[in-house]
């Protein structure tokens, strides 16, 4: 009887019996949440008839703000995917042999938390800002392949909603956000968890890589007149460098992924303990990614903090130069220091040092820069805005993520710390200031560029505080318990170990910070009801280029593109009084690409084959994949040469904001 | 998109406008990315080459003569690629095409010899899950394979919109892109036949 189950189950390879996860009751109030929430969202948008608007005006769209934006409401909605992961970690840890979540339940948990932070959190934060920013800032009306950068986002999409699946249809992996091998292999781990990490980061992955490549040519040949390299603000400074560090490290994941499917779905043997494998080989390929990777998110969030620094300062970013080199030099530096994630592999003295002192020399660069930006501070006439608070937060608390990363470079010491609680306070000390403050940072500066109002600012100070607070007292105490020992990915502990009172200080921070992204989502929600829509379209008396136009910007950016002369361009325009009032002989028709249902498509169909080979239903797997190359020959025969915005509605546009700009309010001081 | 209004005529068609240098530079950089993705495939074959786990050997399975038929087809059809940027310079619309045709018809014979390559290791034991040695073999080759096969199938399109369009800035275009794409594949095919065949022989 039980063979004939089995039998009934697999056929066509079909393994319906593991379909959907059931049996705990964290899931199931999860799976009846996202089919309610499914629903509403339906019955809501039919009930406002707004299908024909968001598709022709979201969905379809090709403008880099609009993607831009779709790429920050997805970052902050995994931001409380991921969120909620840490704190259900936290409430585990809380106390010693706590029964709330079981070492299965965990792992799984700990292995998503990191993989939607790093790669669907903080990547499409980063590139969301980018997207609005960066063609604004060199004075451009777009990328330089709008329809690509759609794509971007729609497989990004796709990877993240397809990896977001997985803890309801499926099973989440649970290996780890490094899923090292043995473990992560088919032996280990036979059920389909990791497949979904697989394939998910895969079609996420070919998305990011365009995006580099995207940014990469924009940057180079998109740039306004007179805006020669030296001259670009430091935010596209860094973007271009890390489109550079996208397209050099993302290639070695998408081949450790195929690599890393084939073992699993084909039976090879890349990573296996038989066969001839070799297990530190995944390693070895994770963090030649891997590293780069944690570059590819700092180095952006630098860019922001040079802008806002510099902006709320009121002076020029103090030594441009160094920063740029320093940049350069950390990219550079970033592709070879990825054995320093596995000192404990045995490679022995001579490979142990030489990784240890390139990962100390980053420190070098990155010192570079922090002097820098205290530099610019110095003398300077400083507005504490939201924003620049949380410029001011990052300096100390990412200087103690960047010292106790050199006492983890040193070989030698790291076989104390690795695999403790230490390192992983060492890595949220620097990526949580280093990144998720710049996108705050970011968020409260562009946000009126964005939508044409502010966040407020007096609950963003709220916000501020408790999240910096929440975020010290959550990871300070981690520090402690990895010296005292504490292992991390670990479940529980026992009462006798001690560490329970700072475990317990720990979650009780992770409230606060909790309670801080709670005031932040209030602010999103209270500043489109109730903030001031009558604001200037340079609120915070800005530098660059960005704030030269209306706020929210108009679809093609700009009416005329701006001649540059020196940095900070918009600063010397508006203290010579040049360049700022447009004549009507000045406006030329402008030439826009239309919007294109392919991208969505594209993203669907990717994630529809993505979700049958996670199965392993590789003949459904196949049929969709013909959809795929549907889509490519589409877009091969497509010659849609976009259409021309006539000279009379760039007059009513231009003349309907440039009028009200006189008798605007001022910002918040 | 094409920014009709600047049109460079003194720069080769597929140069003429803005959009199309972008496009060209796109393709450059995203070869850039092709060979970081190759570099890691030969970087594995690198570290995984001696390791049989009991299976065939390099010697056991490698017919250098079917390999050297298939080096002489993919580098024939590379010199014929050139022909028909060439052609395209001249604006000999016909040449192109039917230069591009030898190309894809060679290219086609590589994937015949390489398919029958296949199935010969297959007969001899030699699957991709046999050993490391030949998961990573068969990868690298395989890699490659499907490039040229995607290679084959979009420069198809590209023709058919020659023969549809003529020659304008964008299908020049996309023919000069093609071209690079399909140059570049001869080079890795050449690191495959030093580092997996010739290396194989000698090993």
């Known amino acids: 009887m039980k063979a004939k189950i089995t039998m009934e189950v697999t056929i066509m390879s079909i393994k319906w019996d593991e379909f959907f996860i059931t049996g705990d009751p964290l899931i199931l109030g999860s799976q009846i949440a996202i089919v309610l929430t499914m629903i509403g969202a339906v019955a809501g948008i039919t009930y406002l008839k707004k299908w024909k608007y968001l598709w ?117 992996p649970d290996a780890g956000w490094t899923s090292y091998f043995p473990l992560a292999g088919k032996e280990f781990s036979p059920g389909i968890g990791n497949n979904f990490y697989a394939v998910a980061l895969q079609i996420a992955g070919i998305g990011t890589l365009m995006t580099g490549i995207n940014f990469i040519v924009t940057i180079l040949k998109m740039r306004t007149k007179g805006m020669t390299l030296m001259k670009m603000p430091m935010f596209t400074w860094t973007t271009f460098v890390t489109s550079i560090l ?186 949580i200031p280093g990144v998720v403050f710049a996108v705050f940072a970011g968020l409260y500066y562009w946000w009126p560029k964005m939508f044409g109002f502010m966040l407020n600012e007096k609950i963003g100070k709220w916000h501020f505080w408790l999240f910096v607070i929440g975020f010290n007292v959550t990871f300070m105490p981690m520090f402690f318990l990895g010296l005292n020992g504490a292992v991390r990915r670990a479940y529980t502990y026992s009462a006798e170990s001690g560490f329970a009172p700072l475990f317990m200080l720990s979650a009780i921070g992770s409230i606060i910070l909790a309670a801080g992204f709670a005031v932040f989502c209030y602010n999103i929600y209270w500043s489109i009801r109730y903030a001031d829509r009558n604001i200037s379209s340079d609120p915070w008396d800005a530098r660059t280029l960005e704030w030269s136009t209306a706020s929210p910007v108009q679809f093609y950016n700009f009416a005329k593109l701006q001649e540059v002369k020196s940095l900070d361009p918009f600063w010397h325009m508006k203290k010579k009084n040049e360049g700022l009032t447009l004549y009507d002989s000045e406006i030329e028709e402008i030439h826009m690409p239309s919007n294109s249902w392919l991208p969505i498509y594209m993203g669907v169909i990717f994630g529809i084959a993505g979700f049958l080979l996670v199965f392993e239903w590789h003949i459904a797997a196949a049929l969709a994949a013909i959809g795929i190359f549907a889509g490519l020959i589409i877009r091969s025969f497509d010659y849609n040469e976009g259409f021309h915005v006539k000279k009379d509605e760039i007059h009513r546009i231009e003349n309907a904001w440039r009028k009200t700009e006189g008798e605007v309010h001022d910002h918040v001081s | 998109m094409i920014m009709s209004a600047k049109v460079d005529t003194s720069l080769p068609l597929e140069y003429q406008t803005e959009q199309d240098r972008m496009n060209i530079l796109g393709f450059w950089v995203f070869l850039g990315a092709e060979i970081v993705l190759f570099a890691t495939l030969f970087g594995v074959y690198g570290v995984l080459y001696e390791r049989f786990a009991g299976g065939p050997t390099h010697k056991d399975i490698f017919v250098i003569k079917d390999v050297m ?85 979009w420069a198809t399109m590209v023709i058919i919109q020659l023969l549809k369009r003529g020659l304008t800035p964008t299908t020049a275009r996309k023919t000069f892109i093609i071209g690079l794409y399909w140059h570049f594949l001869d080079v890795v095919w050449i690191f495959i036949f030093t580092f997996v065949y010739l290396k194989g022989l000698v090993a």
Request: aromatic share 14%; charged share 10%; proline share 3%.
């Open chain 1, 56 to 172: 022709t005006e979201w969905l379809t769209t090709v403008d880099h703000k609009k993607i831009g934006m779709m790429y920050i409401i997805s970052a902050v909605l995994m931001f409380f995917r991921g969120g909620m992961d840490g704190l259900l970690m936290k409430a585990q840890t809380a106390q010693p042999e706590m029964g709330f979540l079981d070492s299965q339940h965990y792992n799984e948990i700990f292995t998503t938390h990191g993989v939607i932070m790093i790669l669907f959190m903080a990547m499409p934060f980063l590139i969301g800002l980018m997207n609005v920013v960066i063609p604004l800032q060199i004075g451009a009306r777009d990328v330089a392949f709008p329809q690509l950068n759609a794509l971007s986002f729609w497989l990004f999409f796709s990877g993240a909603m397809l990896f977001n699946i997985s803890f309801v249809i499926g099973g989440s």
């Open chain 2, 69 to 153: 038929i298939q080096t002489v087809l993919l580098l024939t059809s590379s010199f014929t690629m050139g022909i028909a940027i060439f052609e395209m310079r001249r604006h000999n619309l016909k040449g192109l095409i039917i230069w591009l045709v030898i190309t894809l018809a060679l290219g086609a014979g590589f994937l015949f010899m390489e398919i029958n390559e296949f199935i010969h290791y297959a007969h001899e034991g030699a699957t991709m899950q046999t050993s490391a040695f030949l998961s990573s073999l068969f990868v690298l080759l395989g890699t490659h394979g499907a490039h040229v096969t995607l290679g084959i199938g």
């Open chain 1, 246 to 431: 996208i397209v050099a490290a993302f290639p070695i994941f998408t081949v450790a992924l195929a690599l890393m499917t084939f073992d699993r779905l084909y039976g090879t043997h890349f990573f296996t303990v038989s066969g001839g494998g070799m297990d530190m080989l995944w390693a070895n390929l994770f963090w030649l990614w891997g590293h780069p990777e944690v570059y590819i998110v700092a180095l952006p969030a630098f860019g922001i903090f040079s802008e806002v620094i510099s902006t709320f300062s009121r002076k020029s970013l103090f030594g441009y130069k160094s920063m740029v080199f320093s940049i350069l030099g950390i990219a550079l530096l970033s592709m070879v220091v990825w054995v320093h994630h596995f000192y404990t592999m045995g490679s022995g003295p001579a490979v142990n040092s030489f990784f240890s002192i390139t990962t100390m020399a980053i420190a070098i660069p990155t010192g570079v820069k922090m002097f820098n930006w205290l530099f610019t501070m110095r003398k300077g006439r400083i507005k504490i805005s939201s924003a620049m608070l949380w410029a001011l937060a990052f300096v100390p608390c990412f200087v103690i993520g960047g010292v106790t990363g050199v006492m983890l470079a040193m070989g030698a010491a790291d076989y104390q710390y690795h695999n403790t609680l230490f390192l992983v306070a060492h890595f949220h000390y620097v990526l």
